[in-house]
Every structure is written in C-alpha cells, then in structure tokens.
C-alpha cells in the first residue's frame, strides 16, 4: 500500500477477478518479473478487457501513482511536401499538388509566438521529407523558435526526417546532424515513423521508409548524447499480433540499452482516406484501442509513461483510458493536421481545463507536465521562467 497525497493506493490485484489463463502473467507482474513475449501474445489475445486494465493499473500506479499528466504543446507542420509516398498517409503532398504547403520561417515564428502567452511550454513540429529546403533553412527555424524563449521547448523532427536531412540535405553523419540541430535549439528528437518495425508489413504500408534498424539507430545516437525522446506505434492495420508484440520488444530493447524513452505513445491507424492494400481495413475499435494500451503498459516494463493520443482516441475514450494503464493524456495541441488529413473527425485542440476535468472526472490528479514528463510546479505552469522542477523519480 503507498498513499498519495491522501489517497491510498492498493498495489494488490483481486485474483478472482482474473481469468485462469492470466493469472500466472499477473502473480509475474506483482513480483516484478519480466515478461516474455509469449505473455503479450497471450495478453493481446485476452477478451477480459477488465481483467487486463487491472494488471496494467498495478503498473501504472507503481509506476505514477494517481497523477495523470498534460503537456501544454503547440503544433505546427512547417511543410506537407514529401519526396516519399507512405501508403498508409493521407498528409503528404508533391509539391504540384493543390493540397501541398510549406509555411514561410516568419509565419511559423508568428503563430508559435501567438501561443506562448497562453502557457504554451513546447513546440511540437515535424513535417514530410522537403526535397528543396535548404540546411540554412532548418537552422534558420529553429534559431528563429529558439529567439522567442528559453523556456520554450523545441520537440522536433522524426527519425527519418533526421535522417533526411543527415544523408540528403546536411550531407553530414547522423550524429553530427544532430548535434548542428541541437546546437541551433532543438531540445528533443519526436517518436514518429516507427509506424511497425517488421519489414514484410513495413514495405506493404510505407516503402522506401527507413527500416527498423534505422529508426532505433537514430534514437541510440539521440541517446548517447544525452538526449530523450518518445516511441510510438502506429497499429491497427495490417500488422499481426506478433508483430506488434515484436515491435514492442525491439523497443524495450533499445531502452535497456539507452534509458533514453521517456514515454511511449501508439496511435490506431486512421482509414477514412486509405486506398490500395489498406481501403478494407476498419477503424479500431474502443475496445482494441485499450486492449493495445493496457497489454503495451504491461509488457513495456521500462518505460515511465504511457500517453493516451486522444487526437486519435477521442478524449471520452482517453479519459476512460486512464483506467487502463495510461498516465498521460499528451496535449492541448492547438491544432493537429496529419490526423485530421487522414479523416479524424476529434476536435483539432484540447483546452488545459478540458484535459484537466477529464482527468479528473475519471478519478485522476490533473498535473501539467514538461516535454520528458516531469511535473511542473505552479510557477512554471504559469509560464513564468523557471526551470522545471523535477518532482518525479
Ligand atoms: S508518413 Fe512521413 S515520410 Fe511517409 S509520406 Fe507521409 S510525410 Fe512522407
């Protein structure tokens, strides 16, 4: 039993409640023992939702007690041209194409500067893979961000854009690449573009991507140089059970290695504009969105924090999933396109009061939190200029 700030907190599981063929899994996870893939499978195959949600909640209150945490973010998509054509995206453009855009610096210098007053602590900014732009331009940007404050957080660019502008704009080795965006203001690295790290799925959904090996290659490096970033899944598709439990394992790898993920983050694949192999898949559902959640809560026994995507949940079933083993309900985002491209019919912003009494509502302590998950103090969530207090382990 551990209490938080006077609530008591019960880190026993009612066995009872547990179906026979989960309870050695569940009596592995009270003593603390690591599970195997054979454990996820047979978690992700599990009909007792319930049951499931239990054993994740044990881990996630060991893990955050009852706090439930909100980042304060604001998104921006400099551009939508991308020279790769994932089957699965709906966002990316050719340059000819009447949807494609490409916001000037100045203009996103603007509209983030527009968001600081309101509280907003970080950035969140990525965009397609840009044939033309130049290094100076990505320098540019993130000096220009970086001007507007030094408590603004700049959260950019996946993997592969790294690796876009490593091998075909900066012309320089990842490592070096990243330390040149850091040196301009980047303050961490985003967990898109992992998509499903098996490489059969992989060449159906996005080829011409770059592989598994190269997406946890660019976060070792991140890592090594002290930096943190998240880890996503984009599931629901194609992909298999085993695939996913794989994908999964290959990130619990790379976090033991490196410690450098902070939270993890999968997002259901959203169907309404698919065409080709995937014009047949159906939306998933409310109940594998927190099966997915519940079962990656468990297994990922070294990663801190799971964050509910309510851009792709919904906020109803991301409040409902805070009962399931997720800690975090990511952001206000203050307008969300590559979603909304593919057909997501959420809301495009949160408000912080909105987050706040979902969190609530569902039994939870609101916390506003900063880009790795630690909590703010009163006096940064009020955007005065202090360091983030660290008041998590
Ligand atoms: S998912 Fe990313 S890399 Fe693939 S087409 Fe879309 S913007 Fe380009």
């Known amino acids: 039993m551990l209490g938080y700030r006077g609530l008591t907190l019960s880190f026993r599981m009612n066995y009872q409640l547990i179906p026979k063929e989960l309870r050695p899994i569940a009596e592995k996870v009270e003593a603390r023992q690591r599970l195997s893939e054979a454990d996820a499978l047979t ?6 939702l319930n049951a499931l949600g239990m054993i994740a909640n044990l881990v996630r209150e060991r893990k955050n007690g009852n706090y439930a945490t909100y980042i304060h973010n604001r998104y921006i998509n400099y551009s939508n041209i991308c020279i790769l054509s994932c089957q699965f995206c709906a966002f990316a453009a050719k340059k000819r194409d009447a949807h494609a855009f490409e916001y000037a610096i100045d203009e996103i210098v603007r509209v983030v500067g527009d968001a600081l007053p309101l509280g907003v602590t970080e950035v969140h900014m990525v965009g397609g893979l840009h044939p ?3 290094k100076e331009w990505y320098l540019d940007l993130l000096q220009s961000l970086r001007a507007l404050g030094p408590n603004l957080h700049i959260k950019a660019f996946t993997a592969i854009e790294v690796r876009h502008l490593a091998q075909r704009i900066f012309r320089m080795p990842i490592r070096d690449t990243l330390e040149t965006l850091r040196a301009a203001g980047l303050g961490s690295i985003t967990g898109g573009g992992a998509e499903i790290f098996d490489p059969v799925v992989r060449d159906k959904i996005c080829r011409g991507k770059e592989t598994a090996a190269e997406w946890l290659d660019v976060h070792r490096t991140w890592h090594s140089m002290g930096g943190r970033s998240t880890c996503t899944m984009l599931y629901g598709h194609i992909e298999t059970l085993a695939e996913r ?18 939270g993890f983050v999968p997002f259901a694949f959203e169907p309404s504009q698919s065409h080709g192999i995937l014009a047949q898949i159906k ?3 409310a109940f594998e969105q927190l099966r997915n959640l519940a079962v990656s809560r468990i297994y990922l026994d070294n990663i801190d924090h799971l964050t509910a995507y309510w851009v792709s949940l919904g906020l109803p079933l991301a409040q409902v999933s805070l009962s399931y083993g997720v800690d975090d309900l990511h952001g206000t985002i203050l307008e969300e396109k590559i979603f909304h491209m593919a057909g997501a019919t959420t809301p495009q912003q949160q408000t912080v009061a909105a987050l706040e009494h979902a969190i609530r509502e569902a039994g939870r302590e609101p916390v506003q ?11 940064s969530r009020a955007g005065q200029p202090n360091e983030p207090e660290l008041v998590c382990a």
Do not use: I, M, P, W
């Open 43 to 48: 978690l992700y195959l599990a009909n007792d």
């Open 132 to 134: 033309t732009l130049k």
């Open 245 to 262: 439990v794989d994908h999964l394992r290959q990130l619990r790898e790379l976090q033991d290695e490196t410690g450098g993920f902070t």
């Open 283 to 285: 939306r998933a559902s």
């Open 369 to 379: 939190r900063d880009s790795h998950y630690r909590r703010l103090n009163g006096a």
